[in-house]
């Protein structure tokens, strides 16, 4: 899964993170403020830093989940690891507290599924961390034990970044695809008709183009409705235009897919949904002709005006349905 596909995901971790930062960070300065805190703490610089973290986090909780891409998300996680650091570094260095908030920073990218995200995450850390503990390593005196401390630590983010790699490998490989593919050129939709018209032999093959429109609010959760109530979903390049291919069914049920593919996209805020679907042998004899009828009958979807239309290629009849138009590609 990438691109857009993956925006929903990418979102809801990063928003997560921005959200648990916001309560960490209010809890990060009742702590540093109490008697019990020992290390010297340096308020003026700590209290930009933290203010700069809240600026993060908010714009992060606002913005739409469409920019959540690979690249954004993770200078995100290395500017967090970069802030982290310097707060840790004015609440005392080598003796304060607040490293652990590094570890939800370094299991997060696990979430996402993928290794690619959590490496460069991993030595945002690293780095960030051991140039803010520089000075008191530096500075230490013989047996002073901030050396070994800093040590320490670095090597349990490295370890916990090695698992969190390791974790994000496994769930990448087990759920490639996130429940669905990502089809930019038509081949994989293109393949599967193909093998599911010689396996059927002559029985109906159907083929439904949907185009969501504008306004769906998780493309993820949407892919997950329409594999659990009609069948696999292939999305078709970088937009949320996807399509199914449906075995052995009828114009009956090829409409009643249609219908709760729209009925899916609308739920999660969609507007201006359109459906476009072909059967086989009715409306071609080949793969590629079928993929062509279903293209054109989406194509005739739009020139319906109605918030949701759905058409069949080789219908006659063009008729109103409940909140749906439904009509005839050719």
């Known amino acids: 899964m990438t691109g857009r596909a993956r925006g929903g995901r990418s979102a809801r971790v990063l928003k997560g993170l921005s959200l648990l930062y916001l309560f960490g960070i209010g809890l990060s300065l009742l702590l ?10 340096s308020f003026v610089p700590l209290y930009l830093i933290v203010s700069v973290l809240v600026t993060a986090a908010v714009a992060l909780l606002l913005l739409p989940k469409g920019q959540f891409g690979e690249g954004f998300c993770v200078f995100s996680y290395a ?39 959590g490496l460069p995450v991993l030595v945002a850390v690293l780095v960030s961390y051991a140039l803010a503990m520089l000075p008191d390593v530096l500075d230490a005196v013989e047996g002073s034990g901030a050396p070994a401390l800093v040590f320490f630590r670095l090597a349990a983010f490295a370890l916990t970044g090695v698992f969190a790699l390791a974790a994000a490998g496994g769930r990448g490989a087990s759920e490639p695809d996130d429940g669905y593919a990502l089809d930019e050129d038509g081949s994989m939709l293109l393949g599967t008709v193909t093998s599911e018209i010689e396996a059927r032999r002559g029985a109906p093959v159907g083929v439904l183009l949907v185009d969501p429109g504008h306004g769906v609010e998780d493309v993820d959760l949407l892919m997950d409705r329409v594999r659990g109530r009609i069948g696999e979903p292939f999305l078709l390049g970088e937009g949320s235009v996807f399509g199914v291919v449906l075995g052995g069914a009828n114009e009956g049920a090829v409409e009643s897919a249609a219908r709760r593919a729209l009925a899916a996209a609308s739920s999660l805020g969609a507007e201006e949904t359109r459906a476009g679907a072909a059967i086989y042998p009715r409306d071609a004899r080949t793969a590629g002709d079928l993929l062509v009828a279903a293209g054109q009958a989406l194509e005739t979807a739009f020139e319906i005006e109605s918030p949701s239309a759905i058409v069949l290629a080789g219908r006659n009849v063009a008729r109103t349905e409940g909140t749906g138009t439904y009509g005839a590609a050719r």
Do not use: C, K, Q
């Open 79 to 117: 500017l967090y690891a970069v802030i982290l650091a310097a707060a840790t570094f004015f609440t005392g260095g080598a003796s304060s507290e607040l490293y652990v908030l590094f570890f939800p920073l370094l299991f997060a990218p696990a979430l996402h599924g993928t290794w690619r995200m």
């Open 32 to 41: 540093v403020h109490g008697d019990s805190y020992n290390p010297a703490v």
